[in-house]
């Protein structure tokens, strides 16, 4: 390959492409014909595809996403290409053998062969198989030149010639066939279009539904544009997807397969008659700037939403613009919390209250990475490894000023309050609630921070501060994760702590790092009590029989209502603290804190979102500490 002035230069355009693009990239390395370079021109990805391609020697060229059209894409990665002959890949086009640029770029050195375009067959795993079908029908085995009555090219492979291109780019206001526009231009000058079926290409559309029929749709408006698709021709679109349907069924029957494909077949013929039909109907929306963005991200991630009680789903949702001062994460783990089943179950107060409301994506204990950057986004970059603090404020009160964003009057709780949570594949968040992870702690460690950050609050309200302590006889009430932690930093931080737990197998976690009991005895030799179960009878019992000046930190929740007797606190000295959620400064050392605790019992539960009934129950039997998912496996 020459680096300085390859003859060739393959542009790529590529949008979230990790799954697809190291088998690309793997098919290119293969290639008997050396001399070419490879631009990528990435359109706002946030997943991996950038580092993948930057890891496989490519030249990248950044687009913002709302600015992508098809052909502006090609426009700008041709722009930066050092060849003289340009091949054009999808980033989910796999070159299916050795010879594959060799044979697409050989017609271009003859003088009037102006593009030539290559074969393409569906992937026998993960195409559909009408759109296989479709692959078939479309890319006969068959060389031949394309006329000026059917200008039909296709840029998932193809290659042309830059000088060319310099005096005609593609179109970039069309949402599609870009290619068909180019070629008729040629065709119309008397220049050679070109199929070459062996240079073959395995075209994968891995597509939901929606995206299915958005694909047609975009491409029916692009066809009416250039001339090819008129309203006169709906019957006969009609017609022809009704015939073809016919046909895979035929063919699926005699493959012995028919029961395996008819419903995807009757599916696909549908979505694409419509898509395809209202694409011809809705063409004028190529011209209207607050509807364009629409038809060209169709780029889609999973969530689950919470729609009232009992009611969960995953649901598929497209990638948001960022706004100013936000950041969109990419979630690696979230650990589900007590607050979260609350909020399944329709019993955490604030949506009886009225102070939350449905529909919520939850999750607040979040690790992640920063994929991309809103306008004015400053002291964070793509790729850094954060945490996100769950209450947040409006950033410009007095309260927010001191760090006390639950005083905030604007206050929002990721997952909980008018803010989505980790609960799905993305995260957006204000960027200055977001805390970079140290290198020594992992993203499935990080997602802890919430929960220690809450119980390092509740500990500095106590009196207790790293390094600063004198040793007192400490009591924690319950072995979940609240009190777990508890117990592991009054522990990290000098004093003797035993830990209350009718369950055996929970106290066992501690790996006796702590005293353990499950009889509630002897609670009037402890200062300070911490009550992490949220019980009545539990809250009932430590107040009445802890020592005289004993102080009592509450963490539970939620705690019913009870009659209660002030008498118990005043005639003995004793002090209730009572505190939730956390803060940024509490973040900061619960990220510092992390390194110095024994995680191990935290990490043995990891789900993928798609087995949150599992998960759910894994939670709700409590025969884990912490119960985590994990909404993209792909990440690390």
Known sequence: MSENHPETSIVIRAFNEERWLPEVFSALDKQHYRDFEVVVVDSGSVDRTREIAATNGARIVSLRSEDFTFGYALNVGIREARGSLIAILSAHAIPSNEFWLERLVKPLREVDTAMVYGGQRGHDKFSKFSEKRDFERLFKPQVHLVHEDDPFTNNANSAIKRDLWLKHSFDEMLPGLEDTEWSKYWVERGMRILYEPNARIIHVHNESWPQLRNRYYREAMAARKVGRLFLRHIPREIWREIRWCCHDLLSALIQERFSKFFFEILRFRYGKMVGTISGIIDSRRINNPVKRPAIFTDKEYSALVINGPKD???????????????????????????????????????????????????????????????????????????????????????????????????????????????????????????????????????????????????????????????????????????????????????????????????????????????????????????????????????????????????????????????????????????????????????????????????????????????AMAAARSRSFLKVMLKPDANTV
Request: some cysteine; charged content about 20%; glycine content about 10%.
């Open 312 to 614: 969960m789903r995953l649901e598929n949702r497209v990638v948001p613009t960022m706004k100013p001062g936000e950041i969109l994460i990419h979630v690696s783990h979230v650990g589900v919390c007590g607050t979260d089943l609350d909020i399944i179950d329709g019993k955490l107060g604030y949506y009886q209250s009225g102070l939350a409301h449905y529909p919520i994506v939850p999750g607040h204990e979040v690790s992640g990475t920063v994929v991309s950057l809103g306008p004015r986004v400053s002291g964070l970059s793509e790729g850094d490894r954060v945490v996100v603090e769950c209450i947040q404020g409006c950033g410009d009160c007095s309260e927010c000023a001191r760090d006390e964003a639950i005083r905030c009057r604007e206050r929002r709780e990721v997952g909980v309050i008018r803010q989505d949570g980790g609960y799905s594949t993305y995260l957006v968040t204000r960027a200055r609630y977001a805390h970079r992870v140290p290198a020594d702690v992992t993203l499935a460690e990080a997602a802890l921070t919430e929960p220690l950050a809450v119980v390092l609050k509740g500990l500095r309200r106590l009196g207790s501060v790293p390094n600063g302590d004198r040793p007192r006889e400490c009591a924690v009430f319950g072995a979940g994760t609240i009190g777990h932690l508890s117990a592991r930093v009054l522990a990290l931080r000098g004093h003797s702590v035993t830990v209350f737990d009718r369950e055996s197998g929970r106290l066992s976690l501690l790996n006796g790092a702590v005293s353990t009991s499950q009889s509630l005895e002897g609670l009037e030799r402890y200062e300070w009590l911490i009550e992490a179960t949220g019980a009545q009878t539990v809250l009932s019992k430590v107040v009445q029989e802890s020592s005289t000046g004993a102080t009592l930190l509450l963490l539970g929740l939620p705690y019913s209502d009870q009659t209660f007797n002030f008498e118990s606190i005043v005639a003995f000295d004793r002090s209730i603290i009572g505190s939730v959620g956390s803060s940024g400064s509490a973040f900061e050392e619960a990220l510092a804190t992390l390194p110095k605790i024994d995680t191990a019992p935290f990490l043995r539960a990891i789900y993928p979102l798609e087995q949150i009934e599992t």
